[in-house]
């Protein structure tokens, strides 16, 4: 039987921890809207306590979204475990995610707890999180950097306390595969209780092996993975949802397991994601990047033409991205221009094509071709913005 493995996006929450990323609670919004449409299971939306517009955002994305989960983060303690119940309460499905730090390094010289403190402390913000919802999560802050045993210990009384989840992140991006996958199975062999709650990593990519750790996780028995669209996040990033999405899919023979994406929104996420927060996707970047599935040298071209498998290994179509060779000017009409920016990744609204549109003529009668970057302006401007 194929397992399920439950995505938790928190492009919204550690996605804008990356420099120069923060969005405003509309583009929050709609982003969260996409991530939806994209099949995510639980949404991070913020960390209410950290300012006011994060308790905004939240809240807002708490009343709008359907059947996605909704995360809100809380360092283990009651003042942010009651700022993140605040905003994700009117959600249909809330989840409480709390955190504390576990490693040696973190506890002497951040915390300065002992770790039996740090254990209760653990407990006590599980214990009042329960208080608001069934559904909490706790993680284990520089998990990897942890001792196992102890890691274990903490675990074990979270989920006496009743976490539902508990998480064991690579916060700064330290572990290496082999030893990340042996460290999730040393977890689940030795937590206790591990079987009433499900196990999840996370990931940071500062030696670039987020995704691959990630991947390494599942398959020793994690079944929720957090991830974000890009990458984007602290210092190097988070695992790319795209890169764990697209590795499981095409290697199912090796992996047979299940998520919820749709991944043929996985193209507009990514670039909806680059439009609001500005940080533009690398083009060699696996599965979203402009060459992902550009080919240049000749013997490549020939092998594509006589069949593209021979160089491919995804479809582009898979990921909803597909070129038409429609010129846009003067004398387009809306249905061109609605088609044309779905494959730039806008499905936008009748209102917003209206606005979009209007403003496209009064371009096109300047200018003779309307160019991608042009209607990606137009977009930002007059939609993402307004
Ligand atoms: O990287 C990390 O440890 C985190 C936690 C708050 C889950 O982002
Ligand atoms: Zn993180």
Redesign the pocket.
């Known amino acids: 039987m194929t397992e399920h493995v439950k995505i938790f996006d ?1 492009t919204l ?2 996605g804008e921890q990356s420099p120069g990323a923060s969005m405003n609670t509309n583009e929050k919004l709609r982003l969260a809207v996409q991530l939806e449409k994209l099949g995510v299971d639980i949404i991070e939306a913020g960390f209410p306590a950290a300012s006011e517009g994060d308790f905004e955002a939240v809240s807002e994305i708490a009343k709008r979204l359907k059947s996605t989960e909704v995360a809100g ?1 809380a360092r283990a303690n009651k003042g942010d475990i009651d700022q993140a119940w605040g905003a994700i309460r009117h959600a249909e499905n809330p989840r409480i ?1 709390t ?1 504390i730090a576990t490693s040696d390094i973190h506890l002497d010289y951040k915390l300065k707890m002992s770790r039996d403190e740090v254990v209760n402390a653990a407990v006590e913000a599980v214990k009042y999180a329960k208080t608001f919802t069934d559904n909490v999560e706790f ?1 284990a ?3 990897s950097r942890s001792d196992r045993d102890y890691l274990c210990k903490v675990f074990g009384a979270a989920i006496e306390a009743g976490a539902t989840t508990v ?1 064991l ?3 700064v991006g330290y572990a290496v595969p082999q030893e990340f996958e042996e460290m999730v199975r040393y977890v689940i062999a030795n937590t206790p209780n591990m079987h009433k709650a499900t196990l999840s990593v ?1 990931c ?1 990519n500062d030696l670039g092996l987020a995704t691959a750790n990630t991947i390494a996780a599942i398959n020793a028995g994690a079944r929720q993975a ?1 991830v974000t669209i890009n990458g984007i996040g ?1 210092r190097a990033g ?1 695992t790319s949802m795209e890169e764990v999405i697209m590795a499981l899919h095409t290697r199912q023979n090796l992996m047979p397991f299940e998520t919820g994406i749709r991944t043929e929104h996985i193209y507009p996420s990514s670039r909806l994601v680059s439009m609001i927060t500005g940080i533009m996707v690398q083009p060699n970047k696996a599965v979203v990047g402009a060459n992902a599935f550009a080919h240049e040298a000749g013997i490549h071209q020939d092998g594509m033409l006589k069949n593209p498998m021979t160089y491919e290994i995804m479809k582009p179509e898979t990921i909803g991205l597909s070129r038409n060779n429609l010129v846009l000017g003067k004398h387009s009409g809306r249905h061109a221009l609605y088609a044309h920016l779905k494959t730039l990744g806008y499905d936008l609204s009748e209102d917003e094509l209206k606005t979009v549109f209007k403003q496209f003529k009064a371009l096109a009668d300047k200018k003779k071709h309307v160019m991608d970057e042009d209607l990606e302006a137009l977009v930002t401007e007059g939609v993402l913005r307004s």
Do not use: I, M, V
């Open positions: 928190t929450r550690d983060l995610h955190f993680s802050e520089d998990g998480n992140p690579d916060t996370h940071h957090e602290e988070n």
